[in-house]
Nanobody
């Protein structure tokens, strides 16, 4: 059984940083692409960042380029999203998606709130 679990969310002031983690089990993680999505209240879920495997190439939404960094540690079966210079508009539930070929596995999300 595949499990994807996000962690690391919380409340942070504008300009602050958070690092989200995405731990996967039951899947050959080093063969999977890892993506982070977010969904703010009243808005559609949007892609924030993606990292492929095995090449590790990355792509980002324009709104987070230069502030967020996606990475992975295949030895730990974990993906990360380092978020710096956070803005109130980054407030959302952040979801991790792990993809293996045509299969997708989602976590339940972690809340990120940016507020003073």
């Amino acid at each position: 059984q595949v499990q994807v679990v996000e962690s690391g969310g919380g409340l942070v002031q504008p300009g602050g940083s958070l690092r989200l983690s995405c731990a996967a089990s039951g899947v050959t993680f080093n063969n999977c692409a890892v993506s982070w999505y977010r969904q703010a209240p009243g808005k559609e879920r949007e892609l924030v960042a993606k990292i492929t495997s095995p090449g590790g190439s990355t792509n980002y939404a324009d709104s987070v380029k230069g502030r967020f960094t996606i990475s992975r540690d295949n030895a730990k079966n974990t993906g990360y999203l380092q978020m710096n210079s956070l803005k109130p508009e980054d407030t959302a539930v952040y979801y991790c998606r792990v993809q293996y070929v045509i299969l997708s596995y989602w976590g339940r999300g972690t809340q990120v709130t940016v507020s003073s």
